[in-house]
């Protein structure tokens, strides 16, 4: 047996034990060592076997390294098999998650234990694949075709509790969990329990109602966004009811493997390792000393720092919010009802929840309140000059060794910590509207931040929920900075031909969960043109503003006013393109002498995204951002960038740079170089031949 498997057997039950750091992945040593050791239990005298794991989690999935690989044996099937056609039974003890190959070793077991506190799981549609070791035969089985749609297709976790109750957990542990797995195996024995093989388990056709599995196929289409892992979910199910059990495997490894190669699978398991990659500081070791977080302060209670005060109460911190008056906190105060109000109708959280976590929450008009705070962030409208006042007060107020972080969207962090005394311990924190619910974070870095604040901000991050990615300083530091030119691009479209619907559609279609058209619509025209007015336009192209002006000069804010760019259906929010506001769009072309033309769904698309390549590559080569892959984090998972194609960057890298490259330097002949200057970074690449992930593989 490998190192990463031992096998032993006490008192007549044999343990197979995993160890294979961090999280008992389905690596070839872990097959080959569970493969041994279940072929030696036939022949020794244990009476049952127990498989379980060290560390903190039972087997979390197949090695995700693995699949750019060449397969090595033994596969999983063959694994899951040796443990099925077992001569004696086995159980399988569940702690942490067992997620994907995991739960699938474990369905293949006879039975399952496991404490209160693990979850099980099928996460695999989130890596653009589906469960290719027997999941989505066996998981209809026990739990029913509709159950294991949903956990399948969501590929969300099931608590211990709930697993038991669907009979995807037999035993639920209390206490030391092997100690309890040897105990409910030896009962098994003595009872004379059967060898419980979830494939002998035959499906009713007729319990499935006509029609079920094409409406099923329609819903996941519908929200998929370029990904094709749950439409080829729903073929599985569809065989585990109408094939017998090694036919429906047969289809699922087929699929698997068209999924497995498929380029939205690449961008998904790229995105997979983004995520915990953009985690890492370059130059920072793992074990920096880190800040203890016991109590956050919020300044501000609008809609982003209620949203904040409720990311830290969602995670059990307690969270000062305070406020210039009672009635501006009792405003803010009601913000977060109302959030929480929304969760609980959405059958995402109780009242008893809802009512522990507002209890973490608490408010002031005092700055005395927060000085014992560990952690404060300022969330106040974007005046550089009010932030600059509210750190130098909480430099006079807040203990010595708090983290002063700022949620500035865009201005210079370095320029808020100048008006303290302590700017080693200032950084920004830039949530993404709404704060409880965006998942991104960027954490950026001033000249003078501690090491040991910066770790704790983006340990602090996780924490809370949220996916970090680090930013150096400059004007709307990684994402803001990018989205400049794809919104400008967008409305540079809109006077050259298109209409709103055209630009927001073929993007959409792209996978964008939103146009930028409608984006601004949603957002509220009225934020720019407020911004504008207030930083003065002298000088800028007056092209890209020139429709929203009018529209928001018309009182058409967007969706807050029931009109934008769209008018908006009162009951359902749809929006419905409008000739009135398409009439507007012509009107301002021919101001500026545009002749309108045919444009075609690819330009739009390189228009608007070559830019977001452009500038990340020169966010790159300037050193604000740490990778180009924590660009693609950024984008994913900040501006619903389409996580089946990995990022802008990863999906410049997949057209192919100097495409891209000769294509931005033929927008600059067509538009001129003012808004198609390429990268130097980019147009290195271009020439030799390289890919920003080949970059990133150099500067790691
Ligand atoms: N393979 C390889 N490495 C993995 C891994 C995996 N499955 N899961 C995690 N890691 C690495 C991760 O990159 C990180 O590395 C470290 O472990 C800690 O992870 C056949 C085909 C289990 C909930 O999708 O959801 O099975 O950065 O930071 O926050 O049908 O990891 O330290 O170098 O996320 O405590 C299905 C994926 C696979 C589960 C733990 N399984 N993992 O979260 O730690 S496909 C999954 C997770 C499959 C079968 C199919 C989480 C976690 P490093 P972490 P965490």
């Known amino acids: 047996m490998s190192q990463a498997v031992s096998y032993s057997v006490q008192d ?5 034990s995993v160890n294979n750091p961090p999280v008992n992945a389905l690596a070839q040593r872990v097959r080959e060592g569970i493969l041994k050791s279940i072929q030696a239990a036939q022949r020794d005298d244990s009476e049952a076997v127990i498989l379980a794991c060290e560390g903190r989690t039972f087997i979390a999935g197949a090695d995700i390294t693995e699949f750019n ?6 596969g999983l099937p063959e694994v899951l098999s040796a443990l099925e056609n077992s001569s004696k039974p086995v159980i399988a003890a569940i702690h942490g998650t067992a997620l994907g190959g995991g739960f699938e070793v474990a369905l293949a077991c006879h039975y399952r234990c496991a404490v209160a506190s693990a979850k099980v799981g099928l996460p695999e549609v989130k890596l653009g694949l589906l469960p290719g070791a027997g999941g989505t035969q066996r998981l209809p089985r026990i739990a029913g075709v509709k159950a294991a749609l949903d956990i399948i297709t969501s590929g969300n976790p099931v608590p211990a509790g709930k697993a038991h109750d669907m009979g995807l957990v037999n035993e639920i542990i209390e206490g030391d969990l092997l100690e309890g797995a040897r105990r409910y195996a030896r009962d098994l024995v003595d009872s004379g329990a059967p060898l419980k093989r979830i494939r002998d388990v035959v499906i009713d056709p007729d319990t499935i109602e006509p029609g079920f599995f094409e409406q099923a196929r329609k819903r996941v289409n519908a929200r998929a966004r370029g990904q094709i892992a749950p439409d080829r979910i729903v073929s599985c199910l569809e065989a585990a009811v109408s094939l017998p059990i090694d036919q429906a495997l047969e289809r699922e490894r087929e699929l698997f493997r068209e999924l497995v190669t498929s380029p939205e699978s690449a961008a998904m398991r790229h995105i997979f390792f983004a995520e915990r990659q953009a985690a890492k500081i370059k130059g920072l070791p793992r074990e920096t000393s880190q800040r203890d977080i016991s109590q956050a ?10 949203g904040i005060a409720m990311c830290f109460a969602n995670a059990g911190i307690p969270v000062i919010l305070l406020e210039v008056s009672d009635e501006a906190l009792d405003r803010g105060m009601k913000i977060i009802r109302k959030n929480y109000g929304i969760t609980v109708k959405r059958g995402k959280l109780g009242e008893e929840d809802v009512k522990q976590r507002m209890g973490l929450i608490t408010g002031t008009t005092d700055y005395a309140d927060i000085a014992h705070a560990d952690i404060v962030i300022e969330a106040v409208f974007e005046n550089l000059e009010l932030k600059k006042e509210i750190f130098a007060k909480l430099d006079q107020t807040c203990k010595p060794g708090a983290i002063l972080a700022t949620n500035t969207s865009y201005q210079d962090v370095d320029a808020i910590a100048a008006a303290t005394g302590r700017p080693e311990d200032v950084l920004g924190t830039h949530f993404f509207s709404p704060a409880n619910v965006m998942r991104l974070l960027e954490v950026v870095r001033g000249e003078k931040t501690a090491d040991d604040a910066l770790a704790t901000a983006m340990r602090i991050g996780k924490r809370i929920g949220k996916v970090c990615a680090l930013s150096g300083v400059c004007y709307g530091f990684i994402g803001n900075r990018m989205l400049t030119g794809y919104g400008r691009e967008a409305q540079l479209l809109l006077l050259e031909g298109c209409t709103p619907q055209q630009v927001d559609s ?31 336009t002298t000088g800028d192209d007056p092209r890209p503003y020139a429709i929203s002006t009018r529209l928001v000069e018309s009182g058409r804010h967007g ?3 029931g009109a934008g760019y769209y008018r908006y259906d009162s009951e359902t929010r749809r929006r419905i393109p409008d000739p009135e506001v398409e009439a507007m769009i012509r009107e301002e072309a021919e101001k500026f002498g545009i002749a309108r033309r045919e444009i075609s769904a690819q330009e ?3 228009r608007c995204l070559y830019p977001l390549v452009n500038e990340g590559a020169k966010i790159l080569e300037e050193g604000i951002a740490q990778r180009a892959s924590d660009v693609d984090v950024v984008y994913v998972f900040g501006y619903a960038f389409p996580v089946a194609k990995g990022g802008p960057m990863f ?6 740079l100097k495409r891209v490259y000769e294509q931005i330097l033929e927008f600059q002949r067509q538009h001129g170089e003012t808004n198609w200057r390429p990268a130097n970074l980019l147009k290195e690449l271009a020439e030799s031949g390289g890919s920003f992930a080949e970059w990133d593989r150099r500067q790691a």
């Open 559 to 561: 969706q807050k006013t």
């Open 506 to 536: 073929t993007l959409e279609q792209f996978g964008m969960a939103m146009g930028p058209v409608a984006m601004g619509d949603l957002a509220g025209l009225d934020v720019g043109y407020k911004a504008r007015q207030s930083r003065g």
């Open 297 to 306: 302060a919020i300044i501000g209670g609008g809609t982003m720092g209620g």
């Open 69 to 74: 690989k060449p397969p090595k044996e033994p």
């Open 604 to 606: 739009i698309i390189a």
């Open 12 to 16: 007549k039950i044999g343990v197979i």
């Open 651 to 656: 999906y410049a890298d997949r057209v192919g």
